[in-house]
């Protein structure tokens, strides 16, 4: 079972529209969608889809229509009590696939949320196979929050995997190896923010992205998963590491991209699949979701692991 942890849930609303964003100027958009969303939600989502079991654990009004949505589409959702509106993303999509994002903050966290989230995944690690802390912190959350949690949840039977950004990442990558998870998900740009790099370079580079990640590695990090747009993705483990391209995909929409990346590799992990599998299953999900509209998240049968092309990477200078 893979539990999700999202703590600053938000109503995604992708608008698509005909032409290149115009700024100051008046457009018609060809659709909106709108959806449930969040890292950990839509991680969520997919185990649905692929039959795979999950509880995603975030913080809201159990009759919010948020709560409402996720139950409705199958998926078993142990909202936490939390007074205030939820945020609203708002994603515009160009006909190229460009995205731009405009994420609100979300309502004010309370010290009495923050223990009641942790006790709701401390209590349910025992019986999971994964728990996923990911996304952004909400307003009020201290930065470590995440930190702190990879040490709560340390004992139990799952094991943790935390795709975050900005300054809850730089608190946890501060805090090692004492808040080492068994995974982290970083994607180039993240990648280069804490290690001196320069986000183009890794993003463009396999080889200097899973070099940049080793050093995670030797702070206590099992399993780093770096995902690179167009230029694929990276594992690296403590057995080695390898690149996968992915195939030809028309970019519809990145929003979410991420998120499917993460969870083929879990998937691939749960079904017991070597780790250049599981690397493939990651990209593919990645590419399925890419060409999809809004957030949408592929179903197996649109996943298409095996026109992945994986080569293992010698991290030797020179190699």
């Not at 004992?155 to 950004?165: L, N």
């Not at 929003?255 to 070597?274: E, I, K, P, Q």
Request: aromatic letters at 4%; one cysteine or more.
């Amino acid at each position: 079972m893979i539990v999700t942890l999202t703590a600053n849930p938000s109503h995604d609303r992708t608008v698509n529209l005909a032409g290149p964003l115009e700024r100051g100027a008046v457009q018609r958009a060809e659709s909106v969608i709108s959806q449930a969303g969040g890292k950990g939600v839509n991680i969520s989502r997919a185990c649905v889809a692929a039959d795979q079991p999950t509880i995603a654990v975030l913080p809201a009004a159990k009759d919010d229509p948020f709560v409402l949505e996720l139950l409705s589409a199958g998926i078993d959702c142990r909202p936490v009590p939390h007074e205030g509106d939820l945020r609203v993303n708002v994603t515009i999509t160009e006909p190229d696939g460009t995205t731009t994002k405009l994420n609100s903050p979300g309502p004010q966290a309370t010290g009495r949320l923050l223990d009641e989230l942790t006790e709701a995944l401390v209590r349910r690690a025992d019986t999971a196979d994964w728990v996923v802390l990911a996304g952004s912190l909400p307003p009020g959350a201290p930065a470590e929050w995440y930190a702190d949690l990879v040490t709560a949840l340390r004992g139990a039977r799952a094991r943790v995997a935390v795709d975050t950004s900005d300054a809850p990442l730089k608190a946890l990558v501060d805090a090692l190896p004492t808040s080492a998870p068994h995974l982290m998900k970083p994607n180039g740009e993240e990648l280069a923010s804490f290690t001196g790099h320069q986000s183009d370079e890794l993003e463009s580079d396999p080889w200097a992205a899973a070099s940049a990640a080793r050093d995670l590695i030797a702070q206590g990090v099992e399993s780093v998963l770096v995902t690179l747009g167009p230029h694929g993705a990276v594992l690296v483990t403590g057995a080695g590491a390898w690149h996968a391209v992915p195939p030809p995909t028309t970019v519809v929409s990145t929003v979410g991209a991420g998120d499917s990346s993460l969870f083929g590799y879990l998937l691939g992990d749960v079904t017991r699949r070597d780790p250049d599998q599981r690397l493939a299953l990651a990209v593919a999900y990645g590419s399925a979701a890419a060409g999809l509209p809004g957030t949408t998240i592929p179903r197996p049968s649109q996943v298409r692991s095996d026109l992945v092309q994986v080569a293992r990477l010698d991290l030797t200078p020179g190699g």
